[in-house]
C-alpha cells in the first residue's frame, strides 16, 4: 500500500525534477504569469547576465500593477514616466522573448490573478507561480500556486524551475452550508480571526469541507487569494466538477481529446482520505455573519454586528499594544459600534472581488438606490473580459444610475501604486485583501468586506450589515 | 552575491509584531529602478513626519541606530507582498542580518537572494536580544552564520535556526541561476516525462 497522500505531496512529487544536495527540491514549472510590477525588474537582470527565456509559451503576461484606471480614450495618463516605463518593458520584453501579453488596449487585459483563470491559462494539477503574493488566488483550481520575488521571477524565465523547500500541509474544513448573507470573503475574514494572520505560515492550507463544496469558481479564488494573508504559502481546493465546467472551453485550456485525457487525470486530484496534515483548523460557517476588518490587518476582523474591542481587555502587553495602534491610526475608539462607522470610498474590485459574480452580488443591492451623499463609489473590473460581460449583462448601468464610477481594469486602489489612491484620513470600504497602514495612500483607513457588503456601505455611507438590505 | 560568513554591527531594536513589506518599503516608491538607492525608502511613512522632515521618536533615526547593521524584529517579519523591494531598502539602508522569532515566507526568500541572514530565535530570545540592542552600550551583536550564533556583551552566545539549505546559499553567496543552468540535462528529461504523461500542460492553445 502506497503511503496516503495530500494532493498538495502529489502535486510536489509530480513536479520534482531533482533533490538538490542542500535537501531542497528543483521543481517544474508548468504555467508562469508575468506582471508589469516586476516584468522590467526580471527582464533587466536576464539582460545584464545574456540569459534567454527558456519556455515562453509557459508564461502568461499582463500590465495590471500600473495602470491607470480613468478612460482609455486619448494617451494613458500615468502616474510618471517611471510607470510608463514599466508597461513599455512588459511589451518589449515579452515581444522579444515571444510570450504572449495583454497589454492596455488589448481587450483582455485586467489583473493577473483574474485573467489566468478567465483564459484557462491556469489548470489543476500544475505548479503555478508569479511575482505577486496573491498567486495563491489560483489554488482554486487545485493548482500548486504561490507568489515568489522578482529575483525567482528570473530564475523562472530562465529555467523554467524553481528551488524550494517543502512546507507542511494544513487542512481547514469548513462547515455548511454557510448563512445566508455572507459570502466566500466572510468565510476567509472569519478564519483569518480565528487563526491569526501568521497561522498559516511554513504550511500550504487545503480547504475541504461542505462550506468549500458549494463555493463557485469565483468564490473559491477569493478564499484562496486570501490565503497569503494567513501566511499560507498557498491555498488549495480539488478540482471537481464545478472547477471543470469552469475551464471548460476557456481560450487556452485543453480542448477536444486533450480535455477527455486531462479531465481524467484532474479526477484524480485529491488527498487521499487517510492522509495526514500537519496540522488541522475547523470553521463553522452556519452561524456566521458577514464581516469586516476594524484593523490595520486582515485578522483584526469582526462581525459587523459587533464593535470595536478594547484594548484595555487584552491580558498579553505584545497583542494589546498591537490592538492599540491599530485602533488609534484607523481613528475609531474602543467600544465603537461598527455599524456607526461612516465611510468615505467605496472600492470595489481587486484580484480577490472583481469577478462578474462580485460585480452581480454587489447590483443586487444597489439596484434602485444611490449612493449617500459625500461618498465617493469605485467599480473597478478585474479584467476587459469582466467588463465586456458586465455591460452585456447591464450591470454597468445600474451602477451608474446608483452614482458609482465604472472604471477600466486593473488592480487600481487596491494597492494603490498607479497614481489612484486615498487622501491622508480618508475612509474606504474595500473589497481587497489589504488594509495594511498607508496600503490605499498614506494615512487612509481601509475596511475589508465582501462586494455584497461595500455595496450596503456606499448606499448608507456607513459600515453596514448587508442582510438589512437584502 | 557576496558570500556572507559573520557580521558585526550595531542593532536595531524594533519591538513590533507583524511588520509587513508595505510598512518596509510603502507603494508610492515601488516604481523606482533598482540601480537607485532605496534607502531613503525604508520604512518611509514610520520615519518621516507628515511634513517630510525625519522623526526622531522612530529609532532607526537616532544614533547610533542611524547606522544599524542588524535589526532585530517582533514575530511575523516581512509579512504581506512579495515585493523584492523590502529587502532591497532594507540591504541599502546597511542591513546585513535580521533576527526575529518568524518570518514570512516569501519575505525570507527575497532576503536570501539579497544576502541578507534571516536568523529565527526563541520569543524569549529575541525579548533579550531586544532589550540589549534598547542600549547603545550592548547594542553591538555578531551574527555568526558559520556557527549559526548571535554574539553580544549583554546577552552571551545564542544559538539560531536557519535551513541547512539557505545557510548553505549564504555562506557561498551563489548565483542560483547558474546552478540551475547546470542542471538543464535533468529539466529536460523531466519535461520529456511530463510532456508524455500530461500533455495538455505543455500544449496550450489561444493567446495570440
Known sequence: MPEPRTLYAKIWDAHVVETLPDGRALLAVDRHLLHDGVAIYAFEALRAKGRGVRRPDLTLAVADHVVPTGPRTGAIPYEDDDARRMVEQIEAGTREAGITAFSVGDRRQGI????????????????TVCGDSHTSTHGAFGAYAFGIGITEVGHVLATQTIKQQKSKAMRVSLRGPRARGTTAKDLVLALMQHVGIAGGTGHVVEYQGSAVDELSMEE???????????????????????????????????????????LAAWRELRSDPDAVFDREVELDATKLAPHVTWGTNPGQAA?????????????????????????????????????????DHVFIGSCTNGRIEDLRSAVEVIRNR????????????????????????????????????????????????????????????????????????RDARTHLMSPAMAAAAAITGRLTDVRDLL | MEPFIRHTGIAAPLDQADVNTDMIFPQRFLRRPRSSNLAECCFHSVRHRPDGSLDPAFILNRPPYDRASVLVAGRNFGSGSSREHAPWTLYDFGFRALLSPLFADIFKNNCLNNGIVPATLPEADIRRCLAAASDPRTAEFTVDLEACEVRNAAVGTLRFEIADADRRRLLQGIDEIDETLGRLPQIERHEQEARASAPWNHARSGGN
Not at chain 1, 473559491?220 to 472551453?249: H, Q, W
Not at chain 1, 497583542?319 to 459600534?337: E, N, P, S, V
Not at chain 1, 458609482?404 to 474595500?430: H, I, K, T
Request: proline letters at 8%; hydrophobic letters at 40%; charged letters at 20%.
Open chain 1, 112 to 127: 493577473v490573478h483574474v485573467v489566468g483563470p478567465e483564459q484557462g491559462f491556469v489548470l489543476p494539477g500544475t505548479v
Open chain 1, 370 to 441: 444611490r449612493v449617500a451623499p459625500g461618498v465617493t463609489a469605485w467599480v473597478v473590473p478585474g479584467s476587459g473580459s469582466v467588463k465586456a460581460q458586465a455591460e452585456a449583462e447591464g450591470l454597468d448601468e445600474f451602477f451608474r444610475a446608483a452614482g458609482f464610477d465604472w472604471r477600466e481594469p486593473g488592480c487600481s486602489m487596491c494597492l494603490a501604486m498607479n497614481g489612484e489612491r486615498l487622501q491622508p484620513g480618508q475612509r474606504s470600504a474595500s473589497t481587497s485583501n489589504r488594509n495594511f497602514e498607508g496600503r490605499q495612500g
Open chain 1, 303 to 343: 462581525p459587523i454586528t459587533a464593535a470595536v474591542p478594547d484594548p484595555a481587555a487584552i491580558a498579553d502587553p505584545a497583542a494589546r499594544a498591537g490592538i492599540a495602534r491599530a485602533i488609534d491610526y484607523m481613528g475609531l475608539a474602543a467600544g465603537q459600534k461598527l455599524s456607526e462607522v461612516k465611510i
Open chain 1, 220 to 262: 473559491r479564488m477569493t478564499l484562496c487569494n486570501m490565503s497569503i494573508e494567513l501566511g499560507a504559502r498557498a491555498g488549495l481546493v480539488a478540482p471537481d466538477e464545478t472547477t471543470f465546467a469552469y475551464l471548460k472551453g476557456r481560450p487556452m485550456a485543453p480542448s477536444g481529446a486533450l480535455w477527455d485525457q486531462a
